[in-house]
């Protein structure tokens, strides 16, 4: 809409100016506060490339089509990328199995903790009254810090097993953003000047799959005679 705007003014202009010559004038020159020039239309070219290296699936417009702001204009075949992320969605589910079984080790850890201290408080007890020997005490204490150590190294256990499950997570999003990537959309309003690519070429990162006139960004160079361009 922008486009059909743009000319239509642009068409309105040159008939006013066409039409004013033609009344006013006898062809031979121009009204004094008119000016003449060569000139042009130009559109800034924007490039549809891909982030991904690949084989070019499909190329949905030709040249000359108009194309639309979000619209699909090309994919690449993301079917290695899709078994990859299958493999990274299993990493990411082992990861987590690995955090149930780690807090589980600390539950457990943890009751063998309680158990170490109790018994050491009942050999404390019987230390006390002459019915066990130092010797015994010193095995429930050693018990009781190994028992602690125990939950200790369970609990890091658990902190590395989470950060396992964020970098498969992370891994995962990855591939994910990779494949959305496969598919090549127009960022503007615009008409396909060239198809760059067709089905089945492999295109590295950052190759251009098409070129769009954008019709968003469209202006117009004239070049008037010295004599006249400090005039306007």
Known sequence: MQKNHIFALGAAILLAGVGYYVVSGDGSTLPDDIASGNGRIEAT??????????????VLAREGDLVEPGETVATIDVAELQAQLLRAEADVASAQSAVAAARASIEEAKARLVLAEQELARTEVLVEKGHDSQENRDVRVSERN????NVASAEA????QQRSVDAARAVATEI??????????STVIGRV???????GEVLASGGAVMTLVNFQDIYMEIFLPSSQAHRV
Do not use: F, H, M, W
């Open 45 to 58: 070219q924007v490039d549809i490339s891909t982030k991904i290296a690949g084989r070019v699936k499909e």
């Open 146 to 149: 190994v028992a602690r150590a």
């Open 157 to 160: 256990t658990l902190v590395a």
């Open 176 to 185: 994910r953003t990779q494949i959305n990537d496969g598919v090549l959309k």
């Open 193 to 199: 000047l060239y198809r760059l690519a067709e089905p």
